[in-house]
C-alpha cells in the first residue's frame, strides 16, 4: 500500500505540472519561392535561394519575431501548396490583383514592378501592340501571361508559356518566339547580365504599375499581421531600402 501512495503521489506531482505550451518551441514557417527569378530569387551554388526577396522575408522574419525556412517552389503550383498547407508563406514577385485576393491574403507591398518587352536589337517593334501577330515567351500563370492573352486571345498559340523566365529567354535567342514579356526587375536583370544575347527592351506605357505582395493562406489573419509588422518596421528603420539598393542600383527600366 504504501508503494501504491507513493507511486500516486507521484503521478499526482507529476499531473499537476501545466502541459507544455504550443509556442514554448518557436514555429517555423515554410516559405515558398520560385528561385529561378534573379535577382529576386534564384538558387547558388550551394542549393540555397538567395536575392532580394529572401533577404526581404528573412529581414521580415527577423523583425516579427518568426522563423521562416525557405523552399524552392515552381511558380505555376505555388498556390495549391500555399492552399494545401505545404507552405506558410509565399514571396516570389507576386503581383497583388483583385483575382489572386479571392483565394490568399497579401500583405501591404514591398516592391513596384512593371512589365518590359526583351526583343532582339533588329527587331521593328516599338509597343506591345506591335507584338499582336508575334510569338510572345512568358512564364505561365504571370501577369506577363495575363497581359499577353488580353492582347493576342486567351486561347492563341503565339503565346509561348515556360516553368521559368530563363527558359523563355533562350526561346527568345533561339528564335522560338520573337519576344519576351516580364517583369522589369526581371528583364533587366537578365539583359544587363547576358549582354552576349543582343536583346533590347522596350517599355511600354500602356503597362499599368504593379505592386508585390507577400501571401498567407486565405484567413490567416494572425501570421499576416506579424508579417505586416515587420514589413512596416524593415520600411521605417531603412532595412527595405538598403536591400532594394543592393539589388536594384538602376530601376530605370531602360
Given at each position: 500500500m504504501a508503494l501504491v501512495c507513493v507511486a500516486l503521489a507521484a503521478c499526482g506531482k507529476n499531473g499537476s505540472k501545466p502541459a507544455p505550451s504550443a509556442n514554448s518551441a518557436q514555429t517555423e514557417y515554410v516559405v515558398g519561392t520560385d528561385a529561378a527569378y534573379a535577382p529576386f530569387s534564384s538558387m547558388n551554388e550551394q542549393k540555397e535561394a538567395v536575392g532580394y526577396e529572401i533577404d526581404i522575408i528573412n529581414a521580415v522574419a527577423d523583425h516579427a519575431g518568426i522563423k521562416v525556412k525557405i523552399v524552392n517552389t515552381p511558380f505555376d503550383g505555388i498556390f495549391n501548396a500555399l492552399n494545401q498547407g505545404d507552405r506558410d508563406i509565399l514571396i516570389s514577385s507576386i503581383t497583388i490583383t483583385d483575382l489572386r485576393k479571392q483565394?490568399?491574403?497579401?500583405?501591404?507591398?514591398?516592391?513596384?514592378?512593371?512589365?518590359?518587352?526583351?526583343v532582339p536589337n533588329d527587331s521593328k517593334v516599338e509597343s506591345f501592340a506591335d507584338l499582336k501577330n508575334l510569338k510572345i515567351g512568358v512564364q505561365s500563370a504571370t501577369t506577363g501571361d495575363e497581359l499577353s492573352?488580353?492582347?493576342?486571345?486567351?486561347?492563341?498559340?503565339?503565346?509561348?508559356?515556360?516553368?521559368?523566365?530563363?527558359?523563355a529567354f533562350q526561346e527568345l535567342d533561339g528564335g522560338g518566339v520573337d519576344a519576351v514579356v516580364g517583369d522589369n526587375g526581371v528583364v533587366v536583370n537578365y539583359t544587363r547580365n547576358n549582354g552576349n544575347k543582343?536583346?533590347?527592351?522596350?517599355?511600354?506605357?500602356?503597362?499599368?504599375?504593379?505592386?508585390?505582395?507577400?501571401?498567407?493562406?486565405?484567413?490567416?489573419?494572425?501570421?499576416?499581421?506579424?508579417?505586416?509588422?515587420?514589413?512596416?518596421?524593415?520600411?521605417?528603420?531603412?532595412?527595405?531600402?538598403?536591400?532594394?539598393?543592393?539589388?536594384?542600383?538602376?530601376?530605370s527600366n531602360k
Open positions: 483565394t490568399v491574403d497579401f500583405t501591404e507591398p514591398y516592391f513596384e514592378a512593371n512589365q518590359l518587352i526583351a492573352q488580353k492582347l493576342v486571345g486567351k486561347n492563341s498559340p503565339n503565346v509561348k508559356r515556360f516553368e521559368s523566365m530563363p527558359l543582343n536583346f533590347k527592351i522596350i517599355s511600354d506605357p500602356s503597362f499599368p504599375k504593379e505592386y508585390y505582395g507577400i501571401a498567407v493562406k486565405k484567413g490567416n489573419t494572425e501570421l499576416l499581421a506579424k508579417l505586416n509588422k515587420g514589413l512596416a518596421d524593415i520600411k521605417a528603420d531603412g532595412t527595405a531600402d538598403k536591400i532594394y539598393a543592393k539589388y536594384f542600383s538602376d530601376v
